[in-house]
T-cell receptor, first 115, second 112 residues
């Protein structure tokens, strides 16, 4: 019963490099989200998806991209990394049953540093 | 004004006391509210959710919602040192793809 799995756990990128943060859930949840958390702050929504093939921007989408080809997977792509993208990234999911949110299950997070 | 605001803290209580964490929200379209606990260096975990006015109890935790005052709170009874963590309040409109807006969190320390 893995829940939400994120990889990698840690990564250091150089300015201008690109990478993909992986997120997989095995709970058959329709709704998936990417948030970032800066030190001492709450979570800010980057992108979200309500089902395979459907994605949309959140509050802070610039510099990121996503895809959702299957129910299970929701990777986050960082293009041309910048120091402002240094943060902890969390993937989360919820069932979306009857269009509702019954609380998120979070992955363990990816701590990204851009130097 | 932030959509979800929490007491900045930090909050310190002695072991066995009641810890009270508060949250206000500005979006009247928010229908469901959540409390998450986040230990340092870990991911948030869901403690409670509430969507009806009034109180909801689960063990030592009680969530309270007052939609007229746009106020949500979490009470932790018989606080334990293991309750020391950051508590995140989140609000969600029911018709908005389940997107939650989070407060910045309140850090609670329970002293033995």
């Amino acid at each position: 019963n893995a829940g939400v799995t994120q990889t990698p756990k840690f990564r250091i990128l150089k300015i201008g490099q690109s990478m993909t943060l992986q997120c997989t859930q095995d709970m058959n949840h329709n709704y998936m989200y990417w948030y970032r958390q800066d030190p001492g702050m709450g979570l800010k929504l980057i992108y979200y998806s309500v089902g395979a093939g459907i994605t949309d921007k959140g509050e802070v989408p610039n510099g990121y991209n996503v895809s959702r080809s299957t129910t299970e997977d929701f990777p986050l792509r960082l293009e041309l990394a910048a120091p402002s993208q240094t943060s902890v990234y969390f993937c989360a999911s919820t069932s979306g049953m009857r269009g509702g949110n019954y609380g998120y299950t979070f992955g363990s997070g990816t701590r990204l540093t851009v130097v | 004004q932030k959509e979800v605001e929490q007491n900045s803290g930090p909050l310190s209580v002695p072991e066995g006391a009641i810890a009270s964490l508060n949250c206000t929200y500005s979006d009247r379209g928010s229908q469901s509210f959540f409390w998450y606990r986040q230990y340092s260096g870990k991911s948030p975990e869901l403690i409670m959710f509430i969507y009806s006015n009034g109180d909801k109890e689960d063990g030592r935790f009680t969530a309270q919602l007052n939609k007229a005052s746009q106020y949500v709170s979490l009470l932790i009874r018989d606080s334990q040192p293991s309750d020391s963590a950051t508590y995140l309040c989140a609000g969600t409109p029911n018709t908005n793809a389940g997107k939650s807006t989070f407060g910045d969190g309140t850090t609670l320390t329970v002293k033995p």
